[in-house]
Structure formats: structure tokens, C-alpha cells
């Protein structure tokens, strides 16, 4: 989730940085924490039995997320990966390769890159 955090951050600060160009971080920093504190504010005063959950908001703003890990770690990543909307392409290590897992996880990791060399 913190990484989901700051492609949120990041998204918002591209926002902000494409009309006014010359902002210095100090001042996106600022604007971002007003943002938040806003969007707070909204979801307090909003009497709508509607729950929002942040694993509805896709962050596109990552390009790709590496993620080295065992393959018996796998099957715990893999939903995570799902669950955290970050619409990014996702690498992986070579122990990424074992079919039995990839064929059980595919809903999750489709379209994964992971390296192996034989």
C-alpha cells in the first residue's frame, strides 16, 4: 500500500507539475497534503452509506514495480498484486517460474515478465 501511495502522490504531483511547471516540491508537498485533507473532509461530510476503498482507485502513474522474491512466496504476492490496483507491468526474478503456481495465480499476474536463464 505505501508504494500505491506514492503512485497516487506521484500522479497528483504530474498533474500539478503540467500548469504550473515551476512549483518546487515544498509547494507540491503542500498542495498535496490540502488535497488529502480535502478528500478527507468530503468522505467525513458525505452521509452515503456508500464505503469508498482505496483498492477501487487504480494508480497508472508507475510504469513497472520489480519484485524479487522466493516462488513459495508467490501465491501470497499474487493477490496482493491484484488487490492494490497499480495498473504497472510487473517483473520478476527467476523464481517466478514454476507452472504450478503461475497456472494457479494466472488471474492475478497475467501479463508478468520474469527473467530465467537455463
Given at each position: 500500500?505505501n508504494?500505491k501511495?506514492?503512485?497516487l502522490?506521484l500522479?497528483?504531483?504530474?498533474?500539478i507539475?503540467?500548469?504550473h511547471p515551476?512549483?518546487?516540491e515544498?509547494?507540491?508537498d503542500?498542495?498535496?497534503?490540502d488535497?488529502?485533507k480535502?478528500?478527507q473532509?468530503?468522505?467525513?461530510k458525505?452521509?452515503s452509506s456508500?464505503?469508498?476503498d482505496?483498492?477501487d482507485?487504480p494508480?497508472t502513474?508507475?510504469g513497472?514495480i520489480?519484485?524479487p522474491?522466493f516462488?513459495?512466496?508467490l501465491?501470497?504476492?499474487?493477490?496482493?498484486?491484484?488487490?492494490?490496483?497499480i495498473?504497472?507491468?510487473y517483473?520478476?526474478?527467476k523464481?517466478?517460474?514454476?507452472?504450478?503456481?503461475l497456472?494457479?495465480?494466472?488471474?492475478?499476474?497475467?501479463?508478468?515478465?520474469?527473467i530465467t536463464?537455463?
Amino acid at each position: 500500500m505505501n508504494i500505491k501511495r506514492k503512485g497516487l502522490k506521484l500522479a497528483f504531483t504530474d498533474s500539478i507539475l503540467t500548469t504550473h511547471p515551476n512549483a518546487t516540491e515544498l509547494e507540491l508537498d503542500s498542495l498535496y497534503l490540502d488535497h488529502v485533507k480535502l478528500e478527507q473532509e468530503k468522505i467525513a461530510k458525505s452521509k452515503s452509506s456508500t464505503k469508498i476503498d482505496s483498492a477501487d482507485i487504480p494508480v497508472t502513474s508507475i510504469g513497472g514495480i520489480f519484485i524479487p522474491i522466493f516462488k513459495e512466496d508467490l501465491p501470497f504476492i499474487a493477490p496482493q498484486i491484484a488487490y492494490s490496483n497499480i495498473q504497472a507491468q510487473y517483473l520478476g526474478n527467476k523464481d517466478w517460474y514454476d507452472p504450478e503456481s503461475l497456472k494457479k495465480n494466472k488471474n492475478y499476474i497475467n501479463g508478468s515478465l520474469y527473467i530465467t536463464i537455463f
